[in-house]
């Protein structure tokens, strides 16, 4: 297979390509979430979900980094506009807990491929994506287990919201 980078296949390009933009899609996801939190008055939760969408785009850099670093330029891709309207604080929690499920599988086949092909270079970035993808997941799951220890009364969901504005920077 004839490919414009001695390390990197034609596959390892698309799989990384498609990191770049699920990152970049993930930012957008949590960006919409913290305008929907900002709006509904939820504004520690707000914080704490704009700082998540920027980590989203250190995130898509390191894919871009990679190829660059290979003499290929990423593509910039088109974003679908993500979701707009949620429930409430806690339907927003779990759409995000969904959403790092799905990005987390994404990142073990990227590493799974990468190891398939004994391209180290990527597996050693797929598995610096999985091992963030486990702080991605416990950040939510933190927040999903306080809503299940004390209720989502709105009093409650008053102190989740300070507690996640006091962990944002
Ligand atoms: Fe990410
Ligand atoms: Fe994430």
New binding site residues.
Partial sequence: MKTKSEFLSEEMVKLLNYRVEQEEY?ARIYLSMANWLNDKGFAGAAKLFKD?SD??LV?ADKAKNMLLANGIRPITPALKQPKQDFLSLPDVLISALDH?KE?TKQCYALTKAAHTEENFMVVELGLWYCKEQAE?LNKVQYFIGRLEAFGEESIMLRELDKEMGQLAK
């Fill in positions: 993930s998540y980590e989203e995130h790092e990005i991605e």
